[in-house]
């Protein structure tokens, strides 16, 4: 059974820098495209950062280029989210996925990551940005 659970959440002031992690359980991180989604209230969930498994393509929203970088290490099963010069419109729960397709262009990760097309969810983690 895939499993992935986030950490790393949490409250932190404007300006300042949190990384989220991303343990995956029951299968091979690497093997797999990951994203990183976040909800704020009231709003849809919206992709944050993907990362293609065979090429490592990236893909930022514009909305966080520049201050967040995703990152995956392959001998732990985890993949991060540094997260800097955070802005309380960064507030949101935080969920990491996962989705097996192997050797998918640049702009299927885009699109992957445009309409949430991925299988596995992990149960998100709150991200506060308040001073």
């Known amino acids: 059974q895939l499993q992935l659970v986030e950490s790393g959440g949490g409250l932190v002031q404007p300006g300042g820098s949190l990384r989220l992690s991303c343990a995956a359980a029951?299968?091979?991180?690497?093997?797999?495209?990951i994203g990183w989604f976040r909800q704020a209230p009231g709003k849809e969930r919206e992709g944050v950062s993907c990362?293609?498994?065979?090429?490592?393509?990236?893909y930022y929203a514009d909305s966080v280029k520049g201050r967040f970088t995703i990152s995956r290490d392959n001998a732990k099963n985890t993949v991060y989210l540094q997260m800097n010069s955070l802005k309380p419109e960064d507030t949101a729960v935080y969920y990491c996925?996962?989705?097996?397709?192997?050797?998918?262009?640049?702009?299927?990760?885009?699109?992957?990551?445009?309409?949430?097309?991925?299988?596995?969810w992990g149960q998100g983690t709150q991200v506060t940005v308040s001073s």
């Open positions: 996925a996962a989705e097996f397709l192997p050797e998918a262009s640049i702009t299927t990760i885009q699109n992957m990551c445009a309409m949430r097309t991925f299988g596995s």
């Open positions: 029951g299968f091979t991180l690497a093997n797999y495209n």
């Open positions: 990362l293609g498994s065979s090429s490592g393509t990236t």
